[in-house]
């Protein structure tokens, strides 16, 4: 079988809302009262973002000073993980529709990602998406882990993934992030990056993933046209 190993933060879900209210609101925490401060448009903190600038230096570019950008940074990491604030998720677009195609195809679907249990159930629920991963293709981490880094945590997940599940002929990845190719890679797995996620084209093409595409849609169109038969 043909089988889609997908993310779920940036290929599926559009994190943009989300990460800029809790930079508004560590702004807004961390500037002292009569502070003049200089808030990014979000269009100017999500073009940072993408481009891997540190929470640090978005913190100074917005008028804080080196120890409130520090607190910024520390206060931004407690907060963009925690509820309210993943109710400013949104679908990515056209991803449902990929994802339909997807189980249309017969093409075997699991996600992967470091959410949690909790927060991928919640999204599940959100946005009515379990209907497309049944538990035994759901890989992402448990309430209680202790996160280290994306690119040695999600491999781990990989593994377990490759051990558990059924043997396919050909499997494809994808991602939005380094993390995603980094994994793929050291498992042999093929991957596509997503622009439509948290990194733009200039930091995937550094991990060199097989290809780059603009979002889901576009990465189920090319397995679909390039790995099942065709019919004349």
Not at 115 to 137: C, I, M, T
Request: charged share 30%.
């Amino acid at each position: 079988m043909l089988r889609l190993i997908t993310d779920f933060d940036g290929p599926i879900i559009d994190v943009s809302e989300r990460y800029y209210q809790v930079y508004q609101l560590c702004l807004q925490k961390t500037k002292l009262p009569n502070q003049r401060i200089r808030q990014l448009s979000k269009a100017k903190f999500w073009e940072l973002k993408r481009a891997r600038v540190s929470e640090k230096n978005i913190g100074i570019a917005s008028g804080l000073d080196e120890l409130q950008a520090q607190e910024f940074a520390q206060l931004r990491r407690d907060t963009v993980h925690t509820q309210p604030y993943f109710e400013y998720d949104r679908l990515a677009v056209g991803a449902v529709a990929a994802l339909e195609e997807v189980q249309q195809a017969g093409i075997d679907l699991a996600v992967m990602t470091m959410r949690r249990v909790r927060e991928l159930e919640y999204a599940f629920n959100q946005h009515d998406l379990g209907r497309f991963f049944p538990k035994n293709r759901c890989y992402c981490l448990s309430n209680d882990y202790v996160k280290t880094r994306d690119v040695d945590d999600k491999p781990l997940l990989m593994k377990r993934a490759l051990l558990e599940l059924p043997p396919a002929y050909e499997t494809w990845m994808v991602g939005d992030t380094e993390a995603d190719i980094v994994t793929a890679k050291k498992h042999g797995v093929k991957v596509m990056a997503v622009l439509c996620g948290i990194r733009d084209r200039a930091q995937l093409e550094i991990y060199q993933p097989d290809l780059i595409v603009n979002d889901l849609q576009e990465a189920v169109d090319i397995l679909l046209y390039k790995s099942l038969p065709q019919v004349v």
